[in-house]
């Protein structure tokens, strides 16, 4: 982490009363950063300064801002729990755990009469991502409430193959991002997480009671807003997280034994795991009791099967849903493109289908709808709406054709999830922020 100490910042005077320390690994010019004004205490911050995203509870005096056209979360924290946080995300980002970005940690802050501040965390903020409040508040989904859950049980069962024990798991500390019709969670508050080799069994069951606590309540909140389905009963949705989390843990770590000529039992296991977006690392085998029986252990270290094939074939970096559902899409233009007894090699294939197909529908979203989604979630709700639209005709409808509508009926009346977003629309209040 480098660090950087600043009295001024391009010939302007700062408007604290000495040099404000910030450490940086990654990230914006830190000059860009040291222009807000942080000898203020956070909540008086300007409004010149801030920008308006979607609020949710937060433990934290938390603001956003923009700066040089990225929008970035500022939280108002002790210096220690800044800095332990700080290196807690940075880490799980290097094992490639879905979390939001930590670009720096800024110290020593006090007023211009001396008083001081708390430090402030700097994290970047996850572009086309929405807190669960908001995403009530829009009512896209039918089963929202089923999405929801199975994306944090599937970011929790993430988490502690990695070791890590959240402590907080809950609906407000997580963001999530549409992924081909589901939801990806992403984790935004990793102050109180603990990183450890492996979780003990007692480690994994505090965090799911947690989370089973955490859950019942937010959603006796969204039930007391008016903004949850009177069929849908916030505290067994809240229990069915246990079981959802219980489910995906088993199918990913169960052992399983086999006799000598079943092997095709472990492949189709394998394959199992790969739809579910994990690689396996490693498999041991055993003799069992001196029977000729084998007893397999699959060690699961990763998930994004989907996504990292995806990104090797064609540079685009998306969700795992995102990724599958373009893959079968790709598999059929190289079933439709390529000659029988031609022997054509996938990568160039998808340069083709990048060139012939997905740029061409990205390129014919105006410029003033592209920050409605992002644009493996446009194609992929292309692709839904040309199954529709050829369901309803009777005849296969052309990409092309399916895309005009699309654009037309669809995409031109979806609101923004970009970035800025208003929170008077949603009801959600000020600019206060859910990233805590």
């Known amino acids: 982490m480098i660090e950087h100490m600043f009295e001024s910042v391009k010939g302007q005077s700062l408007c604290h009363p000495g040099p404000v320390r910030m450490n940086m690994a990654t990230g914006p010019d830190p000059a860009d950063l040291l222009g807000l004004p942080w000898s203020t205490p956070l909540e008086q911050w300007p409004h010149e300064y801030l920008v308006?995203?979607?609020?949710?509870?937060?433990?934290?005096?938390?603001?956003?801002?923009?700066?040089?056209?990225?929008?970035?979360?500022?939280?108002?924290?002790?210096?220690?729990?800044?800095?332990?946080e700080y290196a807690m995300l940075r880490d799980l980002a290097r094992d490639?755990?879905?979390?939001?970005?930590?670009?720096?940690?800024?110290?020593?802050?006090?007023?211009?009469?001396?008083?001081?501040?708390?430090?402030?965390?700097?994290?970047?903020?996850?572009?086309?991502?929405?807190?669960?409040?908001?995403?009530?508040?829009?009512?896209?989904?039918?089963?929202?409430?089923?999405?929801?859950?199975?994306?944090?049980?599937?970011?929790?069962?993430?988490?502690?193959?990695a070791g890590f024990a959240w402590g907080d798991c809950s609906l407000s500390n997580t963001l999530f991002r549409r992924d081909a019709g589901a939801l990806a969670a992403y984790l935004v508050d990793a102050e109180t997480g603990q990183r450890h080799p492996r979780l003990s069994e007692g480690?994994?069951?505090?965090?799911?009671?947690?989370?089973?606590?955490?859950?019942?309540?937010?959603?006796?909140?969204?039930?007391?807003?008016?903004?949850?389905?009177?069929?849908?009963?916030?505290?067994?949705?809240?229990?069915?997280?246990?079981?959802?989390?219980?489910r995906l843990w088993a199918e990913l770590t169960a052992p399983q034994e086999v006799s000598a000529d079943e092997w095709e039992r472990i492949e189709q296991r394998l394959r199992r795991l790969n739809d579910l977006g994990y690689d396996v690392a490693q498999i041991e085998v055993d003799e069992v009791e001196g029977r000729p029986r084998v007893f397999l252990q699959t060690q699961v270290v990763e998930a994004g099967h989907h996504r990292r094939r995806l990104q090797q074939l064609?540079?685009?970096?998306v969700q795992e849903n995102q990724a599958r559902r373009i893959l079968?899409?790709?598999d059929t233009f190289r079933a439709q493109a390529v000659m029988p007894g031609n022997d054509v090699d996938e990568v160039t294939v998808a340069r083709h289908w990048m060139t012939d197909v997905f740029e061409p529908v990205i390129e014919a979203v105006p410029p003033e709808l592209s920050a409605k989604l992002e644009p493996a979630e446009i194609y992929h709700e292309v692709l839904e709406h040309r199954w529709f639209l050829s369901e309803a005709a009777g005849r296969p409808v052309s990409l092309e054709?399916?895309?005009?509508?699309?654009?037309?009926?669809?995409?031109?009346?979806?609101?923004?999830?970009?970035?800025?977003?208003?929170?008077?629309?949603?009801?959600?209040?000020?600019?206060?922020?859910?990233?805590?």
């Open 52 to 84: 308006s995203l979607p609020r949710g509870i937060s433990r934290h005096v938390v603001r956003f801002v923009s700066v040089g056209g990225v929008v970035y979360a500022v939280k108002e924290i002790a210096q220690a729990v800044a800095e332990r």
């Open 96 to 161: 490639g755990l879905p979390v939001v970005q930590a670009i720096g940690v800024v110290a020593d802050r006090a007023t211009p009469e001396g008083v001081a501040l708390d430090s402030a965390l700097v994290t970047k903020h996850l572009r086309f991502s929405l807190p669960y409040r908001a995403l009530f508040s829009r009512r896209i989904d039918a089963d929202l409430e089923g999405k929801l859950l199975d994306a944090l049980a599937e970011l929790l069962v993430r988490l502690h193959l």
């Open 203 to 246: 480690q994994r069951d505090y965090d799911i009671d947690l989370a089973r606590t955490n859950v019942a309540g937010e959603l006796l909140d969204l039930e007391q807003a008016g903004l949850l389905p009177e069929t849908v009963d916030p505290i067994e949705t809240a229990e069915s997280v246990a079981d959802r989390y219980n």
């Open 314 to 317: 064609t540079g685009l970096d």
């Open 328 to 330: 079968n899409d790709l």
């Open 401 to 436: 054709a399916a895309t005009r509508s699309y654009i037309d009926n669809v995409l031109r009346f979806r609101s923004d999830e970009q970035a800025l977003l208003d929170p008077d629309l949603m009801g959600l209040g000020s600019p206060d922020s859910f990233e805590s």
